[in-house]
């Protein structure tokens, strides 16, 4: 059974730095593609970054230089390293996996067949 669970949300002020995780389980997490996405309320869920089975890595163009995703094959966990964060990072921050194709960086929702429920981030002013 395919399992992926976040953790590491929490309420930091503007500025700081907050860690997520993402623990995969029940699949061959070494040939997927991970990618996290964040839904703010009211607002499309949208991609933030992407890291390919191959260890190439893209994102999106508002956490580039802020936001470094990363990935451990040998736990099965993914994380993202969330520096000088915003009011406007906050949201319910997201881990997605697909099967490894091409294009291998695609953040767009729909080429992302698993899911996890979830770890809320906030940052206040």
């Known amino acids: 059974q395919v399992q992926l669970v976040e953790s590491g949300g929490g309420s930091v002020q503007a500025g700081g730095s907050l860690r997520l995780s993402c623990a995969a389980a029940?699949?061959?997490?070494?040939?997927?593609?991970m990618a996290w996405f964040r839904q703010a309320p009211g607002k499309e869920r949208e991609g933030v970054a992407v890291?390919?089975?191959?260890?190439?890595?893209a994102y999106a163009d508002s956490v580039k230089g802020r936001f470094t995703i990363s990935r451990d094959n040998a736990k099965n966990t993914l994380y993202l390293e969330m520096n000088s964060l915003a009011p406007g990072d906050t949201a319910m921050y997201y881990c997605?996996?697909?099967?490894?194709?091409?294009?291998?960086?695609?953040?767009?929702?729909?080429?992302?067949?698993?899911w996890g429920q979830g770890t809320q981030v906030t940052v206040s002013s």
């Open positions: 997605a996996a697909r099967i490894a194709s091409y294009p291998l960086l695609a953040l767009l929702r729909n080429r992302y067949s698993r």
């Open positions: 029940g699949f061959t997490y070494s040939s997927y593609c």
């Open positions: 890291i390919a089975n191959d260890g190439s890595t």
